[in-house]
């Protein structure tokens, strides 16, 4: 073969093999499913037997709020580049068979930064009934720059918790 056969083939393959990575990643975004986007700040999103609205997100540094039975990782300061915040969840049972309520079922994720279950939620009564409310108290430790959070609800669903819990960095 000759160099300037080889020469030819090379200004055909590389090219080829570049539009062909261009036509994948082009085609695994058009096929990826959409993110469907979370319920706004103060907004309802369903959860199963009823519905779920966040009605405050704190940093617990801005106001001392201490939990009275609080475990004692919480009576420390946030690891360095973390913060604390408290959420204020209402849960509202809509469904005949009411509400079933887990902490541990709820869960913050961040855009391309993970997921963060809670490190401490108020006691809660494992059911609600049919039109009854219930007021719960999750606190999370969150990264200081995670952007785009979001309460994961069990059932898919999902709220947004706005900017207002950042202490800047």
């Not at 700040?41 to 201490?66: C, F, H, K, Q």
Request: hydrophobic fraction near 45%; glycine fraction near 12%.
């Amino acid at each position: 073969m000759s160099r300037s056969t080889t020469l030819q083939r090379t200004k055909i393959l590389v090219p080829a093999i570049l539009l062909t990575l261009v036509g994948v990643i082009v085609a695994s975004l058009l096929m990826a499913t959409p993110r469907k986007p979370p319920a706004p700040l103060g907004a309802s999103a369903g959860v199963t037997g009823g519905v779920a609205r966040i009605n405050g997100v704190i940093p617990t540094e801005v106001d001392g709020w201490m939990p009275a039975s609080a475990p004692a990782a919480l009576a420390i300061p946030a690891a360095e580049g973390l913060h604390r915040v408290r959420v204020l969840l209402e849960l509202t049972a809509l469904e005949k068979g009411g509400l079933s309520i887990d902490p541990s079922d709820y869960s913050i994720s961040g855009l391309g930064s993970g997921t963060w279950k809670a490190v401490w939620s108020s006691p809660l009564p494992p059911t609600a009934a049919q039109g009854e409310s219930i007021n719960a108290t999750l606190v999370f430790e969150l990264p200081d720059r995670a952007i785009d959070l979001t309460l994961e609800l069990p059932g898919g669903q999902e709220l947004s918790l706005g900017a207002g819990h950042h202490r800047g960095s």
